[in-house]
């Protein structure tokens, strides 16, 4: 969850600088063509206010936090105002004919950087293709049907379009690969539950959620009892196999909104939210039932796995997160000394 979080965080921050960048590469741009290139601008207040329109939208955008969650908000009114900047200026500059019209290469790869998904570029790009028709209704002597029109149009969007089609992709395949690499670091191979670093954070989260609105949550530990001989008579992929069969049976037993972790060679933790004491217990035991229903067959024997189970609760307890593990783990060896007991 660390690694997750670290690496989200690094990536929004660099997609928020580039996007910046962005914009502000098309405001020089565009303060370029009006100051040195005056020739070209037919239309000067129709350029200044898309510069204003620009500049305001991104202080704005910026400096009112509303506009700023979600993040998807503020990435669609940058590109969406990036676009109405580009239109503005084109039209300013000669509309179809107008070099600025290359511009709108920026809020397609605005999109592509801040949602990693071609098809959103594909969708952008068909807006913009619209526009352009646009524009060719707005230069005279144009007919927009025409072949030269089209040539012309492909010639200006198409290369654009491709590029950020390909970064698009190209995104969207890193942060596929990103996200397996936070589940690996997450995740315990054997089991595909969480491991102890990343059930930890979560379980910091969840134990302030609790402080915050007064809820219950209620850990449990799970021991797996005498795995170390089945090891011994049969084998580490026997153990293995009963691992995997209690991580199953626990989470067959637990709800949606908990969470389940392996935390040792034998050892589970399930953090039970909002949960209370009652719940726990009556939790914990389903799991004891399920894990003993299950049966593993190895070299044509049948294993039936037992396992110990402490329980403890928040607030009841104790009031930190390590003193409720610390208890569990204690309430989880009485529990096992108990059915070792005779009668």
Not at 40 to 54: D, E, F, I, K, R
Not at 162 to 170: E, F, N
Not at 252 to 265: E, H, L, P, Y
Not at 303 to 318: E, K, L, T, Y
């Amino acid at each position: 969850m660390r690694v997750a979080a670290s690496t989200g965080s690094a990536t929004q921050g660099f997609i928020a600088k580039a996007l910046l960048g962005l914009e502000l590469l098309a405001l020089a741009i565009g303060v370029l063509q009006f100051a040195f290139a005056t020739a070209t601008v037919q239309h000067p207040l129709l350029a200044g206010g898309a510069l204003a329109l620009l500049g305001c939208s991104i202080l704005l955008v910026r400096m009112i936090p509303a506009l700023q969650r979600p993040q998807a908000r503020q990435h669609w009114l940058s590109i969406a105002t990036s676009i109405v900047f580009v239109t503005l200026m084109a039209v300013a500059t000669g509309a179809a004919h107008s070099a600025l019209v290359t511009l709108y290469l920026l809020p397609l790869a605005t999109v592509a950087l801040a949602f990693g998904r071609w098809w959103l570029v594909a969708l952008v790009a068909l807006v913009i293709a619209a526009l352009g028709i646009l524009l060719g209704a707005l230069t005279p002597a144009t007919n927009v049907w025409g072949a030269q029109f089209a040539v012309l149009l492909f010639s200006k969007l198409l290369p654009g379009v491709a590029v950020a089609l390909i970064l698009g992709a190209l995104i969207e395949q890193m942060q596929s690969a990103v996200q397996r690499i936070s589940d690996m670091a997450a995740s315990d191979q054997l089991t595909g539950l969480l491991n102890l670093r990343a059930f930890e954070d979560v379980l910091q989260q969840e134990h302030r959620k609790a402080e915050r609105f007064g809820r219950p949550y209620t850990l449990l530990m799970i021991d797996i009892d005498n795995l170390a001989h089945v090891n011994e008579a049969l084998g580490h992929d026997a153990g293995s196999q009963v691992i995997v069969s209690v991580a199953a049976a626990i989470g067959r037993s637990i709800r949606a909104s908990d969470v389940a972790a392996r935390v040792g060679g034998d050892d589970f933790v399930v953090l039970l939210t909002e949960a209370d004491e009652a719940t726990g217990g009556m939790i914990a035991q389903r799991i004891r039932n399920n894990i003993y229903a299950s049966t593993i067959s190895v070299a044509n024997r049948l294993i039936r796995a037992n396992a110990s189970v402490g329980v403890a609760n928040f607030p009841r307890d104790h009031l930190y997160p390590k003193e409720l593990m610390i208890l569990a783990d204690q309430r989880m060896q009485q529990d096992r000394e108990l059915r070792k007991q005779p009668g």
